[in-house]
């Protein structure tokens, strides 16, 4: 009797032990990054568009690099605001410990972000700002914001056309989404920027769509046979005013600049077609939002807005572009690496 009590005791004793360091392993697994807290969600426009395949890219790689787990979720198009939503809401109630968002208008998001900022979770807006009078009617506090700058941009654009066109003339704009804020913005610096001598006779939107853009700049052609320039919001459109531009038998009279710096712009450029671009760095955009989650998933306090690099990119440098894609060719400050050390 008292063996086999014995016996019993030590098997108690060893179940024990075994718990403990059942548990210990759990714990330790989950402090490596399993855990919710350590998991970001990232929620970005239409990877239809290659500036957003690229940003995608970004946010993979530097989450691989700084050791998180990331979820990224795209809208099924550059216009899907409703389908976008319906992704972040989805997201919303899981165990994420930070949100990525790249929202398609400046409110389609607010709705699914405001239980986000109620739980106190980080949300890093970048790219397409969140509308601060919308972000603030829901209670909804924003991280910090990473994008361009894009009066600058617009600003950067018309200095380029005015080296292109040093005597004048005149140019069309074609924007994106009418109403929306980057277009907007865009089309609002290039034409505070421009010199007396460059005239703007007609504004369209084409909706961020390559074949939309086509057809306007078609019809602003035969409209205005004498234009000798565009500036377009995007490098995708922009790809389909340069082919109308062909098309019309005006290719090398008629420039063209645009904003993105995707690669097939660059080609465009190398290629004699694209006349410049201002290329902003989706890829570091995307590497610097997981950088902030990072650093506020670490308690850091993060600055409220930070401007991402803008470059441009004429025939001169893009060589040296194409050499260093997806990244930017030349130093930029970044904020948040300061914050992870």
Request: net charge neutral.
């Amino acid at each position: 009797m008292c063996r086999q009590s014995l016996m019993t005791k030590m098997s108690l004793i060893l179940l024990a032990v075994l718990g403990v360091i059942i548990t210990a392993c759990g714990g330790a697994s989950s402090g490596s990054g399993s855990s919710g807290s350590a998991q970001v969600a990232a929620v970005i426009k239409g990877l239809d568009n290659p500036f957003f395949q690229a940003m995608q890219r970004g946010i993979q790689d530097e989450a691989r690099s700084v050791g998180v787990s990331v979820t990224v979720q795209a809208a099924a198009s550059i216009t899907d605001t409703t389908g976008q939503a319906d992704k972040l809401q989805a997201l919303a109630g899981q165990n994420y410990g930070c949100y990525i968002v790249n929202p398609i208008s400046g409110t389609n998001l607010v709705q699914a972000l405001a239980p986000i900022s109620q739980a106190g979770k980080p949300i890093i807006n970048i790219d397409n700002p969140i509308s601060a009078q919308a972000a603030q009617a829901a209670g909804i506090k924003i991280s910090t914001y990473i994008g361009t700058d894009n009066i600058s941009a617009g600003h950067q654009a018309a200095s380029e056309m005015a080296k292109l066109l040093p005597t004048g003339g005149k140019v069309a704009l074609i924007g994106g989404i009418a109403g929306d804020v980057t277009s907007q913005q865009r089309l609002q610096g290039f034409s505070q920027g421009v010199p007396a001598a460059i005239q703007i006779v007609q504004t369209v939107a084409a909706d961020w769509d390559r074949q939309k853009a086509l057809t306007a700049a078609g019809d602003i052609l035969r409209a205005h046979p004498d234009l000798k320039g565009f500036f377009v919001a995007n490098d995708d459109m922009a790809l389909g005013v340069v082919r109308a531009i062909a098309d019309a038998g005006k290719q090398g009279q008629v420039k063209v600049v645009s904003v993105d710096g995707i690669q097939d712009a660059l080609k465009s450029i190398q290629a004699g077609q694209l006349s410049a671009t201002v290329s902003q760095y989706p890829y570091t955009i995307g590497a610097m939002g997981v950088e902030a989650c990072k650093a506020a998933l670490a308690g850091k306090t993060l600055p409220a807005r930070v401007t991402a690099p803008t470059l441009v990119v004429t025939s001169d440098n893009v060589a040296q572009a194409l050499a260093n894609f997806p990244k930017p060719f030349s130093s930029y400050v970044d904020p948040f690496q300061g914050l992870l050390k």
